[in-house]
């Protein structure tokens, strides 16, 4: 390779963020459509990157999937972000629920969490990916542990139910019923079966003036 042309290289992978960005999106979309079973090599070329380009910008694969599926997120809590200002509140379990209805039309993503999930248990294989699916647990549980607890503060969800370990079993229904509809999607409803939780932890009542 001529000096000019690995000077142009480097500063095209010099734009950053930007290219960087546009890359998660573009394995996004493919995740989303296709599931997550390829190399990281097979996903530059499904996508149009070389794979020089993508180790550039992502150390490995699971670096790209972690980084998928954080982009992923931060699409629904811009969505979540946006029901809350509408002054849509919802219950732990409802939470789960919406987020189940939006799985259904991208099964790739949900695909794509299993594959995190399972790698995090090997932490020395996939030391990276335990340390997102760990902080990501942990999150989880304490938003729906608050949602839990706001329940309780209105009277809809009894006092003596702990509230840490309300929203440690709704992580479980929300996440096994979606690994049980991947496999057999026309005889599991994720979220007609989470909307029987909803009858022991119903979202707080609101506020009468």
Do not use: C
């Amino acid at each position: 390779m001529a000096n000019g042309d690995a000077g142009s290289h480097e500063r095209s992978y010099r734009k950053g963020p930007e290219r960087r960005a546009q890359i998660l999106l573009s394995a996004l979309e493919l995740f989303a459509e296709r599931g997550v079973g390829a190399s990281l090599r097979a996903i530059g070329e499904a996508i149009g990157v070389s794979h020089a380009a993508l180790r550039y910008y992502f150390a490995n694969r699971d670096e790209l999937l972690v980084e998928v599926y954080r982009t992923h997120e931060a699409q629904v809590h811009q969505a979540q972000a946006d029901e809350r200002s509408a002054g849509s509140e919802v219950s732990a379990v409802a939470m789960m629920e919406n987020s189940a209805e939006r799985n259904r039309s991208i099964p790739g993503l949900v695909e794509l969490y299993a594959t995190l999930t399972t790698d995090a248990l090997q932490g020395q294989q996939h030391p990276g990916t335990r340390e997102f699916v760990h902080t990501r647990y942990r999150r989880v549980r304490s938003d729906l542990a608050e949602r839990v607890r706001a329940g309780q503060r209105s009277g809809a969800i009894a006092a003596d139910v702990d509230p840490d370990d309300a929203a440690a079993l709704v992580v479980a229904a929300s996440d096994g019923l979606q690994l049980q509809w991947l496999l057999d999607p026309d005889n599991v409803d994720v979220r007609r079966s989470l909307a029987l939780l909803e009858r022991l932890l119903p979202g707080a009542e609101p506020t009468r003036e």
